[in-house]
Every structure is written in C-alpha cells, then in structure tokens.
C-alpha cells in the first residue's frame, strides 16, 4: 500500500505495480546484502548518469524522491555549458530553470537491479521531476512515455527488439596522465587501446573466440539482471560485436539499451577491456558501427501484430504500409533523433550497409528502412537501419512513433519498395549533424508532438556539440574528408 504521505504518493506518480515492486526492492536489499545504491537517470545524450546512494537514503527515496541538480541536461557531449543557468530564466526563458536548480528524481521500482560484477551495488533507473511535481520538461524517458500513452489511447502499443553494434578493444595504457584530462568543452586523449582481433573475417569463429572470455562474462551478467540477449556476433571491423536482444514492449526495451551500454562498459573495463558504442572510431581500419531498431505495433486488448498482413502478396498490413510512409517521409527530420552526434554522419554512404536516402525494401540490407516478415509472420516489423549505437533510445523510438503514426493519420503510402536504394529517387538524409538540425529546428510535426520548449533545448544543445567540432576544424586546419577526426575520437570514443 502506498503511505499516506511523500512526493511519490502527494503526486500520484507510480501506479499500483509500481507500488508493488518497491516492496519487494525492501527484500531483495537484505537478501543480496546491498549496502549502496545506484540511482540512475539517462541525460539527453542517452547516457547513463548516476548518483551512489546508502539503502537508508534509498529507502526514503522511494517515498520522497531524491534531489539532483538539472546540470546533466544543460550540458553538451563534453560537459561543454549550453544555457545560461544564473540568469533569470536559465538562457532558456523559463522560469523553472532559474540558478541551476534542484530537481527530484523518482526510482522506477520495476527496472531494479542487484549488479553482479559490483558486489553489494544495486541499481534503478528514475525518471525526473521538478519539485512541484511536474514532469521535468527535458526528460527523454517522460517523452516517451507520453507518445506511448497515446498509442494506448488507440488501443495500441509498441514493440521493439535492439541490435546494436559496437567495439571490443584491449586496454593499452595502465594509467591516466594529464593528457587525458579535459576541462569543460574539451576533452582530453582517451585511452590508448589495442584491437582484439584482426577484424574483416565475417563471423570468424576462431576469431571470435578471441573474445569469448569477455562474451561468457557479459552474457553471465545479462542473465542476471534480465537483459534478454538473443546474440553476441563478431562482425566486419576488428573486435566489432552486435549484439541482438528480444523483442520488448518499447519502454522496456529503451530503458534495457540504457543498462545494456553502461554495464557492458562497466564490464569490459573491469576485465581490462574498453567498450566503445561510438559510430566509427578513429582508428586504423575502424568500421562503422550501427543500430538497427526493430519496430511493430500490437493491438493491446489481443497482443495481434498490426503490421502483419492478411492477405497474400503484400508484405505490410495497410495500417503498417501507412505507418511506413510516415517514417519514410519524416525521415530527414527525425534523423538527429536516430544519429545524433557529428561522428554518425560516416555511415551515410553508398553501399555500406547504412542507408544514403529514406528508401525501403523487403529484406534489403542498403534500404533505410528493411521490411522483415509478411503474411502470416506475427513477426512482420520495420528495421530502421539508419541509427548510430550512440544514439538515446528513447528518443530514437519516439522518433519512428511520431513519424509513423503521422503517416497513419494522413493515409502516406509509401510507394513501391526500392530495388536499387543507393539508387532511387527518393529524399537524400542529411549529410552533417547541422544539416539535421536544421531540417528539425523548421519542422512543424516534432515541435507538435514534443513542444517548442524540447525542441528549442535540443537543437540548442547539439549545436554547440556541432559547433565546437567547426572551430577545430577552422583552428586546426582539418580538412573533415572521408576519415574521422582526432577530436571525434576525443569527443566519443570514451563518452559512449
């Protein structure tokens, strides 16, 4: 039973499943013999920010919430300050952003974890509030959710399974110095590294064995804390891996691919290894690396996919063929949504397993969009193949959710699928993080569905990311050309 009393219960903020789970939390404390707690929260950029807690302070956070300062999401990629915080209004004309205030954060007691490679850890992710009890207007998570209330408005909700590409390296160096440190807005050298494998021998057993001691450890913890891995595969470059997890309810799934990047770095680091979810690191012979969202809709009262079609020969339901021409269409505004740093723009090439233009085909790797099962598959979904593994889950999925059902509402047919994608006429996606940016700053639909106030925030703050990246170019006399940048690898390869 909820108490009487506290921010939670005051503000009716969790529902009767939630209240549940927080008492068994109580249990699970004493039975791992938890001494701390992670209270954790996704900043925009998708990462997982945290603050160590003891279980007497976490007890009475899930009554009253927990105070953290709003700084994690005025901040750009390099800790990089965006808003003017001490003026009236915070540089953002709002007046709950006045002085870097506190906001308080709410623990998700159903997302709770005991972490096995930290003994004596547990860990939650919360969502954010202000103190009024408002939701906290820069919460990627709380956005998500609303666009997810609104399809179950309909009758509907969402299905996501992840495939996620990224790096496995050797750590090279056995200490920090002072090249490594950064100061706001720059950062420093990252860890030297060394590859793990020799890379371009697609699925290599032996080479994959290579990487099997730190496959067995992640797959080990995984199961623990109910990640549903599907796959660890070795892919193209050297030590890249993807990793395939089950389909999920949508939230489920964003708030999975939060603890799944931070644990397999927490992980790897641990053993002596670095993971990165960079797009494409700096290195020699480094391969871009993507993010493949599958994406389907369920009716909710019978779990039937509404993307599967009913009658032979077509490859989407009409509700699926319109939600597809939705995507198709918004695609260029959604794109700094699914690839939002400046790193990510390399995949968009020709004949590089990443799509160059908002095209579609049935189980065509070069499309953007890749049409997956038919009728009779409860399976049938759309891959977007046009994300970066660094990208925030939650506002990648709403992305697709807001395009799509705009095109449901207005009937969008996607045209015939594309036999030569890197050849059909159809919308060329951004080339630059700016360009993206634009495209968004100026489109009517996300400023509707996510508000003037979210929108302004986000496009102001990745184009200070984009913006510092121009003054280097400009200061060191870098040409931006085909290979990535030293001040790309500094600026991501160890932040994601």
């Known amino acids: 039973m909820p108490p009487a009393s506290g921010f939670i219960a005051r503000h009716g903020l969790w529902t009767d499943a939630q209240w549940q ?48 300062n709003v700084a994690t999401t005025t901040l750009d990629s390099a800790g990089a300050r965006t808003f003017s915080s001490f003026v009236p209004g915070g540089g953002m004309g709002l007046k709950e952003m006045s002085g870097s205030p506190n906001i308080t954060i709410v623990p998700d007691p159903t997302t709770f974890r005991v972490l096995p490679w930290a003994p004596g850890v547990g860990w939650v992710l919360c969502d954010e509030y202000f103190n009024s009890g408002m939701p906290y207007f820069f919460s990627a998570r709380q956005l998500l959710r609303q666009q997810l209330a609104e399809l179950s408005a309909r009758g509907q909700s969402c299905r996501v399974g992840l495939e996620v590409e990224w790096y496995l390296l050797k750590v090279a160096e056995d200490r920090l110095g002072e090249e490594h440190i950064g100061m706001p807005g720059v950062r420093g050298r990252p860890i030297a590294t060394a590859p793990v494998e020799p890379g371009y021998s697609y699925h290599s057993e032996s080479n994959m064995d290579l990487m099997q001691p730190v496959f067995s450890a992640l797959a080990t913890a995984f199961e623990k804390i109910r990640l549903p891995l599907r796959s660890l595969e070795n892919e193209w470059g050297p030590g890249q891996v993807e990793c395939t997890f089950a389909a999920q309810d949508a939230l489920a799934a964003a708030d999975d691919l939060v603890l799944f990047r931070t644990a397999t770095r927490q992980i790897c680091r641990r053993m002596g290894y670095f993971a990165t979810f960079m797009c494409r690191p700096a290195l020699k012979g480094f391969y871009s690396s993507g993010w493949h969202l599958h994406l389907s809709l369920t009716d909710t009262t019978s779990g039937n996919n509404l993307f599967m079609p009913t009658d032979d020969g077509t490859l989407l339901s009409p509700l699926g063929q319109n939600f597809l021409g939705g995507v198709l269409h918004n695609a260029n505004a959604a794109t700094a949504f699914a690839t939002p740093t400046v790193n990510g723009y390399r995949r968009f090439r020709p004949n590089s397993l990443a799509p160059d233009r908002a095209s579609w085909g049935f189980d065509h790797r070069g499309a953007m969009i890749r049409v997956l099962g038919g009728t009779g598959d409860s ?16 506002l990648y999925i709403l992305s697709q959710l807001v395009a799509g059902r705009d095109g449901v509402e207005r009937g969008l047919d996607p045209g015939p699928q594309d036999d030569e994608p890197y050849a059909a006429a159809r919308a060329p996606l951004p080339k630059t993080l700016i360009d993206a940016l634009d495209v968004l700053d100026q489109d009517a639909l996300f400023r509707k569905a996510l508000g003037d106030v979210y929108v302004d925030y986000f496009v102001k703050l990745k184009r200070t990311e984009a913006g510092r990246f121009m003054r280097y170019l400009e200061e060191s006399g870098a040409h931006p050309g085909d290979e990535p940048t030293v001040w790309e690898h500094n600026e991501y390869f160890d932040f994601f």
């Open 379 to 394: 399976a049938t979904r759309l891959e977007n193949r046009v994300g970066e593994p660094s990208a925030n889950p939650y």
């Open 21 to 68: 789970a927080a008492d068994e939390i109580k249990a699970r404390i004493e039975q791992h013999n938890l001494t701390l707690i992670r209270v954790a929260w996704p900043d925009t950029h998708g990462a997982s920010k945290a603050k160590t807690v003891t279980v007497p302070a976490f007890l009475n956070a899930l009554v009253n919430g927990y105070n953290i």
